[in-house]
């Protein structure tokens, strides 16, 4: 009983388990859009979903534009061919991940290239469901929201390849540029000390390397990788998404500011008991207290 004599009503109880929740949406959404989910543990579906987020192709139309080294290549007609489809597909907006890494439905799946220099690789048979069979033949490509950057098309011993960077470089300057190193001047192209095939071998081991082109040292673009052969930045991008939820599962703790939200935004009295639970809506988290149906957070991620 307060000062003027009426009773306090006691605070509502909280149930709040984000970490559940997002483990669980996670699980879900992963395996409905058919990946092949080799673990439940919480930490592994974030970075395995930030990884997806960023190496899958947004379906939207976009400008296509060859590199002069591709536009010079004289292709063999089945191949011309072949890439006439790819650019079709891309400037129509349709669906390119089929004939992306035929691991690229295994969740757990780091392409190497892809963490490091931040470019596709398609393979260039046409698509047969959801994959593309396996070709000799591989077309790079740098991707953006507005841009489909074709860089070459080589084999797939071109993994690790100094020339895809160098195209890149002498092409497209302006992808690359905030990732130079002019404070570094130890390292020229003539003592470059990586082959291409030393390249490929330290990604595989979860090394990232710098490369010089053109005289001008450059730091991965595609953020490189960690010693646990994952994306830096999935692993970094992962790590923050948990932090945030860890926070924001302290902050439910507050009954008496959660009570008096709810009250605001219902404009009636708070039930004894509220349970709130996180949502994935696609690149947003959400917050929702569902006996009164209040949303508390809405998030982009």
Same mark, same amino acid.
């Given at each position: 009983?307060?000062?003027?004599?009426?009773?306090?009503?006691?605070?509502?109880?909280?149930? !709040? %388990? $984000?970490?559940?929740? =997002?483990?669980?949406?996670?699980? @879900?959404?992963?395996?409905?859009? #058919?990946?092949?989910?080799?673990?439940?543990?919480?930490?592994?579906?974030?970075?395995?979903?930030?990884?997806?987020?960023?190496?899958?192709?947004?379906?939207?139309?976009?400008?296509?534009?060859?590199?002069?080294?591709?536009?010079?290549?004289?292709?063999?007609?089945?191949?011309?061919?072949?890439?006439?489809?790819?650019?079709?597909?891309?400037?129509?907006?349709?669906?390119?991940?089929?004939?992306?890494?035929?691991?690229?439905?295994? !969740? %757990? $799946?780091?392409?190497? =290239?892809?963490?490091?220099?931040? @470019?596709?690789?398609?393979?260039? #048979?046409?698509?047969?469901?959801?994959?593309?069979?396996?070709?000799?033949?591989?077309?790079?490509?740098?991707?953006?929201?507005?841009?489909?950057?074709?860089?070459?098309?080589?084999?797939?011993?071109?993994?690790?390849?100094?020339?895809?960077?160098?195209?890149?470089?002498?092409?497209?300057?302006?992808?690359?540029?905030?990732?130079?190193?002019?404070?570094?001047?130890?390292?020229?192209?003539?003592?470059?000390?990586?082959?291409?095939?030393?390249?490929?071998?330290?990604?595989?081991?979860?090394?990232?390397?710098?490369?010089?082109?053109?005289?001008?040292?450059?730091?991965?673009?595609?953020?490189?990788?960690?010693?646990?052969?994952?994306?830096?930045?999935?692993?970094?991008?992962?790590?923050?998404?948990?932090?945030?939820?860890?926070?924001?599962?302290?902050?439910?703790?507050?009954?008496?500011?959660?009570?008096?939200?709810?009250?605001?935004?219902?404009?009636?009295?708070?039930?004894?008991?509220?349970?709130?639970?996180?949502?994935?809506?696609?690149?947003?988290?959400?917050?929702?207290?569902?006996?009164?149906?209040?949303?508390?957070?809405?998030?982009?991620?």
């Amino acid at each position: 009983m307060n000062a003027y004599g009426t009773m306090k009503r006691p605070a509502p109880t909280v149930t !709040a %388990d $984000f970490a559940e929740d =997002l483990r669980s949406e996670l699980l @879900m959404r992963l395996r409905s859009e #058919g990946y092949n989910v080799p673990g439940t543990e919480l930490r592994d579906l974030v970075r395995w979903w930030c990884n997806i987020r960023r190496r899958r192709i947004q379906r939207r139309p976009r400008r296509l534009v060859r590199s002069r080294e591709l536009q010079g290549r004289a292709l063999n007609p089945e191949v011309a061919r072949a890439l006439r489809r790819i650019e079709k597909v891309v400037v129509e907006g349709r669906n390119l991940n089929p004939h992306l890494s035929r691991r690229r439905l295994d !969740a %757990d $799946f780091s392409d190497a =290239l892809f963490d490091m220099w931040s @470019m596709h690789h398609l393979h260039l #048979g046409p698509p047969g469901g959801r994959e593309a069979p396996g070709t000799s033949e591989l077309l790079f490509a740098f991707v953006t929201d507005d841009t489909f950057h074709a860089v070459d098309i080589l084999d797939h011993k071109a993994f690790g390849a100094r020339s895809l960077a160098l195209i890149l470089k002498r092409n497209w300057p302006h992808l690359i540029e905030a990732h130079a190193c002019p404070q570094i001047h130890s390292l020229c192209d003539e003592q470059e000390p990586w082959t291409d095939e030393d390249r490929a071998s330290a990604w595989a081991h979860g090394i990232t390397t710098f490369i010089s082109l053109d005289g001008v040292v450059y730091a991965p673009w595609g953020g490189g990788r960690t010693t646990a052969k994952t994306g830096a930045r999935d692993t970094g991008s992962a790590d923050v998404l948990l932090d945030i939820i860890a926070r924001w599962q302290r902050q439910s703790r507050d009954t008496a500011s959660l009570a008096q939200w709810v009250s605001r935004q219902t404009k009636r009295s708070v039930p004894p008991e509220l349970r709130l639970r996180l949502q994935v809506r696609g690149d947003r988290l959400r917050v929702v207290e569902i006996v009164t149906g209040t949303q508390l957070i809405d998030a982009l991620i």
